[in-house]
C-alpha cells in the first residue's frame, strides 16, 4: 500500500506536470504510469507541437518551451517541440527535481469507493494506491470511468448544444478528401459492381448529416523519422500484406492520371522540422499514418485485451505503411526515392524498435459535468470567471472515418470511397474553467480530471492540444494539493486562491 496526499494515474504531459505542481505545492505526490515512459505524446513522436496563440501559453508550457530552449542553446520558440527523448529527459528531471514518487507498470485493476469518494485505487502488479485526492491524466479517462463518473464518447448531435459543427459532417472536396471515382469494391474498379470491400474502408451506411453517430476522430502513430547517415531503413514486417494496400494503388493510379502525383510529404509531413535534422511524420490527406477504418471507434470503452489489438493494428499500419510508400512499385518512383533518403532514428525509442511507444489517442473519453464547454464558448472566445488555462487552437477535428457510398451518376449510380469529418474552424483565445476539470459532486469528490475534461467533442478538438493539457495538468496538480491540505472536496476548494496560485506559478489567466 502506498499512500500520499495525491495521486495521479498516468505520465503524459498532463499527469507529469500535475505530479510536479502537486509536490511544488507541498504535497506528497505518486505518479502511476502504467507503461515504461513518462510525457505521453510529447515525448511520443508528436514532437511538432501546435501552439496555437503563444500569448494563451503560460506556466509549465511556458517552462517546458523555455526547458526545449535552453536544452538546444537557441531562443524560445525557435523550434515547435524537441527530440522525444530530449522531452523526455525534461520531464524525467522535473519528476525528479520535484520529490515525486514515480511508478512504471502499473495498470489500473479498480477502485474502491466509498459513498462519493475514491478509498484507493488498484494497479496492477499488486499495488494499492491511497490518497486524499487522485489526477485522472490519461488519455482514456480510465480511472474516471472506474470511479464511476458520467462521461461521453464520440461525436454528438448537432442538437444536442446546437453546435454547428457537430455530428456527422458534410463531404466536401479538399486537401483531407479521397478524390472521385475510387472504388470501394476488392473486385471491381468501376464502382459499379458490389461486392467484398478493399481493405482499410468502413463498412456500414453513414448517418445523417448533424447526427450523432459516436465517431471518434482517426488514431495513428506520429512517427519521428531521420535522415541522418545511421539512420534504420523501413523494414518489411513479417506479416506485411500485399492485398492490404491496394487502396493506395489505386490512389496513385488515379493522381497519376489527373496529374497529381504529390511528394511523399503530402502524406508523412515529412519537412525537418525537429532539431537534429529530424521529422515528425504527421497525417496528412486521406491516405496517411491515420488509421480511418473505424477501429478507434471501439478504443475508448474496450477492454485491455482488445485495446492492445487494436493498438497493434495501428503499430502495423505505421509500419508496412512505410514500407509501401518505400517499396511498392505501384508508388511512384520520385515518393519512393524521396522515401528512401528517411528512415527510423537511431537513437529514438531503442525499447520499442525506434517507433513511439504511445498510440496517439487524439479523443476517448470525455467528463460530463454540471459544466460542459462547447464549441459555443470557444468560438465566442469566453473566458469564465473560474478560468484555470486558455487555450487557442482552431477546432481541429481529423478525419473520423474512410466508407464509401453510392453517387448517382449516368446511367446507373457508382459507388466511390469518402473521407468524412476532418474540419478545421479557427477561434479566439478562451478559457478553461476549473468546473470543466471537476465531476459532479454526488459522483465523486475527490478526483481532479487533466485531460478528459467536461466538453463536448467539438471543444474537445481544440482542448486536446498537448501545450494545453500542460497547463490543465498543472492547475489539476495545484486544485489536488490545495484540496488535500484543506481536507475539502475538490469541488469546494477556493479557486481564487487556486487562480492566485496558478499566477504566481506563471500561468496566464488572460491576454
Known amino acids: 500500500m502506498i499512500q500520499a496526499d495525491v495521486a495521479v494515474f498516468t505520465a503524459t504531459a498532463a499527469g507529469v506536470c500535475a505530479a510536479v505542481s502537486a509536490a511544488r505545492a507541498g504535497s506528497h505526490v505518486v505518479l502511476i504510469e502504467p507503461g515504461r515512459n513518462v510525457g505521453g505524446m510529447t515525448s511520443g513522436g508528436l514532437g511538432y507541437t501546435d501552439v496555437g496563440d503563444v500569448r494563451a501559453l503560460g506556466g509549465m508550457a511556458a517552462e517546458f518551451r523555455a526547458a526545449v530552449a535552453e536544452h538546444y542553446g537557441v531562443p524560445v520558440g525557435r523550434y515547435a517541440g524537441p527530440e522525444p527523448h530530449v522531452a523526455e529527459q525534461i520531464f524525467l528531471r522535473w519528476l525528479d527535481r520535484a520529490g515525486v514518487d514515480l511508478v512504471f507498470g502499473g495498470e489500473l485493476q479498480g477502485v474502491e469507493m466509498n459513498d462519493a469518494r475514491i478509498v484507493s485505487a488498484r494497479f496492477s502488479p499488486d499495488l494499492t494506491v ?47 478528401a479521397t478524390p472521385p471515382w475510387i472504388s470501394p469494391f476488392l473486385s471491381d474498379e468501376s464502382g459499379r459492381m458490389p461486392g467484398p470491400l478493399l481493405p482499410q474502408v468502413k463498412p456500414g451506411a453513414l448517418a445523417e448529416v448533424g447526427a450523432g453517430d459516436g465517431g471518434i476522430m482517426s488514431y495513428g502513430y506520429r512517427v519521428c523519422l531521420s535522415q541522418a547517415p545511421d539512420r534504420i531503413p523501413f523494414p518489411r514486417r513479417e506479416g506485411y500484406d500485399d492485398a492490404h494496400w ?80 518505400t517499396n511498392d512499385p ?37 467528463m460530463v459535468a454540471e459544466r460542459i464547454l462547447t464549441e459555443h464558448d470557444l468560438r465566442a472566445g469566453a473566458v469564465p470567471a473560474d478560468v484555470i488555462a486558455l487555450g487557442s487552437y482552431h477546432l481541429d477535428i481529423r478525419e473520423v472515418q474512410r466508407t464509401w457510398r453510392w453517387v448517382h451518376e449516368h446511367p446507373d449510380p457508382i459507388a466511390m470511397i469518402v473521407t468524412e469529418g476532418y474540419l478545421s474552424v479557427p477561434v479566439p483565445v478562451y478559457g478553461v474553467g476549473y468546473s470543466a476539470l471537476v465531476p459532479r459532486r454526488d459522483e465523486c469528490e475527490n478526483l481532479i480530471v487533466a485531460v478528459c475534461v467536461s466538453a463536448s467533442h467539438v471543444a474537445f478538438s481544440s482542448i486536446r492540444m498537448e501545450p494545453q493539457y500542460q497547463m490543465l495538468g498543472q492547475a489539476a496538480g495545484a486544485a489536488a494539493a490545495l484540496a488535500a491540505r484543506a481536507g475539502r472536496r475538490v469541488q469546494d476548494i477556493d479557486v481564487s486562491r487556486l487562480q492566485e496560485a496558478l499566477r504566481d506559478a506563471g500561468a496566464v489567466l488572460a491576454v
Open 130 to 176: 491511497s490518497a486524499d485526492v487522485f489526477v485522472d491524466a490519461g488519455y482514456e479517462g480510465d480511472l474516471l470511468a472506474a470511479a464511476g463518473v458520467a462521461y461521453g464518447v464520440g461525436r454528438e448531435s448537432r442538437d444536442l448544444h446546437g453546435e454547428r459543427f457537430a455530428g456527422r459532417q458534410e463531404i466536401f472536396p479538399g486537401r483531407h
Open 246 to 325: 491496394e487502396l493506395g494503388r489505386r490512389l496513385f493510379a488515379n493522381a497519376a492520371q489527373r496529374g497529381e502525383v504529390h511528394g511523399a510529404g503530402r502524406h508523412l509531413g515529412l519537412e525537418p522540422n525537429l532539431p537534429g535534422g529530424k521529422a515528425d511524420g504527421n497525417s496528412l490527406g486521406p491516405f496517411s499514418l491515420s488509421v480511418l477504418d473505424g477501429s478507434a471507434w471501439e478504443y475508448p470503452d474496450a477492454d485491455p485485451v482488445r485495446r492492445e489489438e487494436i493498438r497493434l493494428h495501428h503499430l502495423h499500419h505505421t509500419q508496412d505503411f512505410l514500407w509501401f510508400l
Open 330 to 366: 505501384a508508388v511512384p518512383a520520385s515518393v519512393r526515392r524521396e522515401m528512401q533518403t528517411w528512415g527510423l532514428p537511431a537513437d529514438e525509442f531503442s525499447d520499442t524498435g525506434h517507433l513511439p511507444h504511445q498510440l496517439y489517442v487524439r479523443e476517448a473519453r470525455r
